[in-house]
């Protein structure tokens, strides 16, 4: 006769062999579906407004206003050529194109997008991506006035844009926040102006601007402010400057995505672009 001891029965193989297959399996669909990460970008790929959706978010678009405002759109090398046609049909009457980042890198679609937009009729110009922790603020002047930055009195072409930003490849503030990097930017601005007699324009964040400069007021005199903010208006701006001369409100606009506003009508434009 069978004697049974007491105790747990002993679990069966084939409901173990089963759990742990199923665990694996688990693990395995979770590595094949798990959201990929995003890779962190090239040097050369950072554009106007790179880091406004990620720091400072999107809180609508303009409301009506009485003040006069020319609309406006900024380009790099992502849109590749452009359809400038299309643009100028839909009311878009000065541009801005991408010619340099740091010393390293110019736009391949330059000659497209600055000079396509001119001969549909715009009032174009070029900016430069800034990386403060590459090269000296002088150094990168010179490159971006060698590689497409310059200017010239025709009526047509608008004064160079410092694009000083969020930091894509790192640090925000580049490792060089308040006096350091406002004497970077001093660099920049007065290599510039002695190399093309103009002052260029500066675009910027109100919260990357206080976060990295201190909030100085030492340029609000002086160069005109082209403000980045998604939103129904342009917001508080950096210290030193009562109103901005261009506003970059969207980055998902029609045809392009980054559309701007010049405060003013044509007729302001093209008084920037004759000094």
């Avoid at 747990?8 to 693990?27: I, Q």
């Avoid at 991408?98 to 890198?105: I, M, N, V």
């Avoid at 004064?159 to 970077?184: F, K, Q, R, S």
Wanted: some cysteine.
């Amino acid at each position: 006769m069978p004697v049974h001891r007491p105790g747990p029965a002993r679990p069966r193989t084939s409901a173990v062999l089963v759990t742990a297959l199923l665990g694996a399996l688990s693990l395995v669909l979770g590595v094949l579906f798990a959201a990929p990460a995003q890779a962190a970008p090239h040097r050369g790929d950072a554009y106007l407004g790179m880091g406004v959706l990620s720091h400072d978010g999107r809180s609508g678009t303009p409301a009506g206003t009485r003040a006069a405002q020319t609309e406006g759109v900024d380009v790099s090398g992502h849109q590749g050529n452009v359809d400038w046609a299309t643009l100028w049909n839909s009311g878009v009457r000065w541009a801005y194109t991408k010619a340099t980042e740091g010393t390293y890198y110019t736009n391949p679609s330059f000659a497209q997008q600055y000079n396509g937009s001119y001969n549909v009729g715009m009032i174009r110009g070029a900016y430069h991506f800034a990386t403060p922790d590459t090269t000296s603020g002088a150094a990168q002047a010179n490159y971006f006035v060698d590689h497409g930055g310059g200017w010239s009195r025709d009526g047509r072409t608008l004064p160079g844009v410092l694009d000083i930003e969020w930091n894509p490849y790192g640090d925000a503030c580049y490792g060089m926040a308040g006096a350091a990097m406002t004497n970077w930017i001093a660099d920049f601005l007065n290599t510039y102006r002695a190399r093309t007699g103009r002052d260029a324009v500066i675009y910027t964040a109100t919260s990357w601007w206080t976060q990295c400069t201190g909030n100085t007021a030492a340029f609000g005199a002086t160069y005109p402010l082209w403000i980045a903010r998604y939103a129904t208006a342009p917001g508080t701006l950096p210290a030193g400057w009562g109103v901005q001369t261009m506003w970059q409100y969207t980055s998902s606009g029609p045809t392009v995505g980054d559309h701007d506003k010049f405060n003013g009508a044509l007729d302001r434009v093209q008084a920037l672009a004759n000094g």
